[in-house]
């Protein structure tokens, strides 16, 4: 039998039902090891996302520790946006009751300390803002060049934003953070908002068989009701789990079709702009000839995206 090469990761959220669904997926994947879930605020606060961390992990069996993290964005100023997963982060539907209590551990220091214990081998799954990652940074680079990879569900990708018609929401709400991660100097893949496109959504019409499905069908339904309510309202009568995908592209190695290497420029000046990240692609001659750095990122852009609803159902069927 084929000895299974496992993904060591610790997958950084801002858990609301989307990352609910990333969680589940990674705990239910034999190809993952899940060193560790390092919480920062984003979607809701953080100890409402450290509560929400703990209710997809307990609801997919696993005892994974959590260590929270950032409060606020390193710039300290709030960026105000709203949880499409409603109040709770996860659906307002009463099933967040976790047992579990977090770290007293910070998560830098855990980070850090897990990367310096095994350099080159860590990947972490960048599911919100990434002011953890970027704090890391600050306190020791030299350990954070020793992450194997960063793989971040962030950016519009090559398509609109939604936190603003340029923007996405991770980026948005700490954009020198995602700035400091982009040019660390690690690998880092992209999946963008533009892979999160109406092939990998879920109807209502399947939304409601999960709701009589299994136990983890059940609980991805009921956290996710409020943002198929607020996806309705924007004309759309189905849900997207850009999370959930951006797990796939590590959890199913056939998943991904093509990346593209690209110079990524993330915007931090205040302004409409705020949050952009400008893709640059290697090797591609524009008009304007403009001077780019160095390519740091490899974004995702063609997957098996009508094989997602189907195949992430089937993990959450078993549980
Ligand atoms: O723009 C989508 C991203 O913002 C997802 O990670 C969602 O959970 C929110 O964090
Ligand atoms: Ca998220």
Sequence with gaps: MDIIKKHKIIIDTDTGGDDAAALILAVKSPNVDILGVTVAA??????????????????????????????????????ETFSVYGNDGMGDAG????KGKPQKEHAVDFI????????????????????????????????????????????????PGNATPVAEFNVYKDAPAYKMMLELGVPVTVLGLDMDDEPTWTSERMWKKMLKGS????????????????????????????????????????????????????????????????????????DSMPKIGTCNVSVVTKAKKREFVKRLNEVLAQG
């Design 42 to 79: 984003g979607n809701v606060s953080l100890d409402q996302a450290v509560k929400n961390a703990f209710s997809a992990l307990e609801a997919a069996g696993s005892s994974a520790k959590v260590y929270p993290g950032a409060v606020n964005p390193l710039s300290g100023e709030e960026r």
């Design 95 to 98: 099933i967040v009751n976790p």
């Design 112 to 159: 850090l300390r897990t990367v310096k214990a095994t350099p080159g081998e860590v990947e972490i799954v960048a599911l919100g803002p990434v002011t953890n990652i970027a704090l890391a940074i600050q306190k020791d680079r030299q350990t954070m060049l020793k992450v194997k990879r960063i793989l971040s569900m962030g950016t519009a990708g090559f398509g």
């Design 215 to 286: 136990p983890l069908q059940v609980f991805i339904a009921k956290a996710t009701g409020k943002l198929l309510e607020f996806k309705q309202g924007n004309g759309i009568n189905a849900l997207d789990l850009p999370d959930a995908v951006a797990m796939a592209t590590l959890v199913w190695p056939d998943f991904v079709q093509e990346t593209v290497r690209c110079y990524g420029s993330c915007i931090t000046e205040p302004g409409e702009t705020y949050g952009m990240v400008i893709f640059y692609k290697e090797g591609f001659t524009y």
